[in-house]
Structures are given as structure tokens and as C-alpha cells.
């Protein structure tokens, strides 16, 4: 019994998953070729590989989610790895399908084998990339028929190439949708270089139809998966350029006080000016509004017109005449008199006596 045991454990080890290489089919009917530890490769319908860890590896391979989107294999399985299928059918029946003999938490589901892989993605499951990375998003690819020739691409030329591969798988013709450049010689590449019947649609010159003879690949599949995941650049820290100086607490402080009291000092400012021009806006509305409720009175020329000679209001009094300047008056007799008489007092006051008046 032993023996037997130990026996069951290494065929357990022998028969396990390692991944899925390619398929044939569409959706549900799809049948996979499988690759097992031991390096034997076999094809088995979906319903006896749809509980393994590897085929959802698969889909993301792929780009896809569930089986419903999983469309355009036709990868021809051979004779000799239909053998190993019917071979393997039995052990497969009985190892996959029937509960394992071990205690399971109640979470564990009754499809679940202990030997199918986990939901962790397996690294091993992914195929190398077909285009050497060269950094910064570019790829290499060589020309088979063009010796020493190696066609650079970069990951966004890539992108629009698989689009328009696309785009003819789903019945577009080429006169009616552009053609990116280069597509051509990336297909002729491509489909020279590429395995697992990997195949995008080609166009040949001088024939109108287009030729499809296997399945779009996925762009992990050109460029692998780290490839796809776009990482942001490092913010750049403009105060790298100056030098790395910064600034200490203290001169932040600074700054920021005289920042905001600048500010601050603005919108006071900015407040009085609208302030006064509100105002005064305002005392014109209403000035406008005074002179518009205001009634109308008659012209001074209007009046006088009407009232005539017959007014009987006293008539405005006259300005006086501006004053004249005094006529000079004729003094020279008495300003004689008066002289004579100045002129003897001085003389009589000179021999000391006073004159008689």
C-alpha cells in the first residue's frame, strides 16, 4: 500500500500542468494544447481544462477575460499528440474529475484538484516575448529575408499594427481603411518569426484578398506583459534645477507672511475701489432718476412773452452809475495868503520877537 502511495504521488507529479500553448476553435468547442510537467504535450477539450489556473493564465496572455471572447484558433492538432490525449484520457478522467481523497475547508470547491494550478499567475506560463526590448518602449524584430536587416519598432506602433490586424479579421478591406505604414514588412516579419501559429492578416501584392492563415497575437505576446504596463516618469522636482536649494522653516515663514499679507493688502485695495465706484455709480443713478421725476417749468422767455407792458411787478432796480473822482477846487490866493504869512512868522521868530497876527 506504501508502495502504491508513493507511486500515486509520483504520477500526481508527473501528469500537472505546466501551461497551455496555444488552441483551436472558438468559445466552448475550443480544444487546447496542453503542456504537462513531465514535457508531453496534449489536446483536451475545454470542459476538462476550464477549473486550471493555466488557462486563465492563458487569457491573459491573450488580452481576454472569459471563454466567450476567446475566438480565431486554428491550431491544427497533430497526430501524435492526439495519441497522448487518448492515452491520458482515463488517468485524466479519474485525476481531474473525481474528488481528491484529503479533508477540505468547506470554501474549497468539488471542481477544484489538488494538482491544478493556482490563481496565482505563473510567470513560467507566459511565453518569452518574440520582440527583443530594447528600453524606452522600443522593440526589435528581424527580417528573415533580408539578411543583417532588423526592423525597430516602438510599443505604440505595435498597438495601431494588432488594430489593423484586427480590423481586417473583421472585414475590412483594405481600399477601405488606411494602412499604417511599415505594416508590410512588419507582417512579412512577424509571420516568418512568430510560433503557436501566431499569424496577423496580410495583404500580398497584386492580389485583392487578404490572407489570414492563423491567430492574431496579443500584445504580450510581442512585447511581454511588463512591456504593456505603462509606468509614470518620477515627478520632476523643479528646485533640482536650481542647484538643489531649498529653503529652511525660517525663510518659508518669511515668505509666507509677506506673501499673504501682500494678498491680503491687494483685496483691501481692490475692495475700496469697487466700493467707491459702486457709490458713485450710484449717486448718478439717482441724480438721473431726480431730474427724470421732476416736472417741467416754463422758460424765462416764455414768461416774459406772456406777460407783457401790463406787468404791474416793479421793475428791477438799476445799477447806480459808478462814482466819479472830486473836481480839484481853486486854492492859489489863499495858498498865497498862507505862504506870506508862514514866511514872516519864521522871520520874526529868527530876530526873537512873535508877529502880530
Known amino acids: 500500500m506504501d508502495n502504491q502511495v508513493a507511486e500515486f504521488e509520483t504520477q500526481e ?23 504537462w510537467k513531465a514535457g508531453d504535450v496534449t489536446w483536451l477539450p475545454y470542459d476538462q481544462v476550464d477549473h486550471l489556473g493555466a488557462l486563465q493564465d492563458y487569457f491573459d496572455v491573450l488580452g481576454i477575460e472569459t471563454i466567450a471572447d476567446l475566438v480565431g484558433g486554428n491550431e491544427a492538432p497533430s497526430v501524435e499528440h492526439y495519441h497522448v490525449f487518448f492515452g491520458a484520457m482515463d488517468l485524466w478522467e479519474d485525476y481531474i474529475k473525481t474528488p481528491a481523497r484529503q479533508d477540505f475547508s468547506p470554501s474549497t470547491s468539488s471542481r477544484q484538484s489538488p494538482y ?14 518574440l520582440l527583443r526590448p530594447l528600453g524606452n518602449g522600443r522593440f526589435v524584430l528581424p527580417d528573415r529575408y533580408s539578411p543583417n536587416v532588423t526592423l525597430l519598432l516602438t510599443l505604440d506602433q505595435i498597438r495601431m499594427y494588432l488594430q489593423h490586424d484586427a480590423d481586417l479579421r473583421g472585414g475590412a478591406t483594405p481600399s477601405s481603411i488606411p494602412t499604417p505604414i511599415g505594416y508590410d514588412k512588419f507582417a512579412i516579419a512577424l509571420n516568418t518569426n512568430a510560433g503557436n501559429g501566431i499569424q496577423v492578416a496580410f495583404v500580398p501584392e497584386g492580389e485583392a484578398g487578404v490572407h489570414i492563415t492563423g491567430r492574431p497575437p496579443a500584445l504580450a505576446e510581442l512585447v511581454g506583459l511588463e512591456a504593456t504596463r505603462r509606468t509614470l516618469p518620477a515627478p520632476h522636482d523643479p528646485r533640482e534645477d536650481a542647484g538643489r536649494k531649498w529653503l529652511d522653516p525660517c525663510w518659508t515663514e518669511l515668505m509666507d507672511e ?8 491687494i483685496k483691501k485695495q481692490r475692495q475700496w475701489r469697487e466700493k467707491g465706484v459702486s457709490e458713485r455709480q450710484a449717486k448718478r443713478q439717482r441724480r438721473e432718476v ?50 506870506e504869512t508862514t514866511a514872516e512868522a519864521r522871520a520874526a521868530k529868527a530876530k526873537g520877537r512873535i508877529p502880530k497876527k
Do not use: Q, Y
Open 290 to 339: 431726480e431730474e427724470a421725476m421732476k416736472p417741467f417749468a416754463p422758460s424765462k422767455a416764455v414768461t416774459n412773452a406772456v406777460a407783457g407792458p401790463s406787468n404791474t411787478s416793479p421793475p428791477a432796480p438799476a445799477l447806480p452809475p459808478p462814482e466819479l473822482p472830486p473836481t480839484p477846487e481853486d486854492h492859489d490866493e489863499e495858498m498865497s495868503e498862507s505862504n
Open 13 to 35: 507529479k508527473e501528469w500537472a500542468v505546466d501551461r497551455i500553448l496555444s488552441h483551436k476553435g472558438n468559445r466552448s468547442d475550443t480544444e487546447f494544447e496542453v503542456k
Open 258 to 265: 509677506a506673501l499673504w499679507d501682500n494678498l491680503e493688502c
Open 116 to 129: 491544478s494550478m493556482s490563481n496565482t499567475p505563473n510567470t513560467n506560463s507566459a511565453p518569452a516575448p
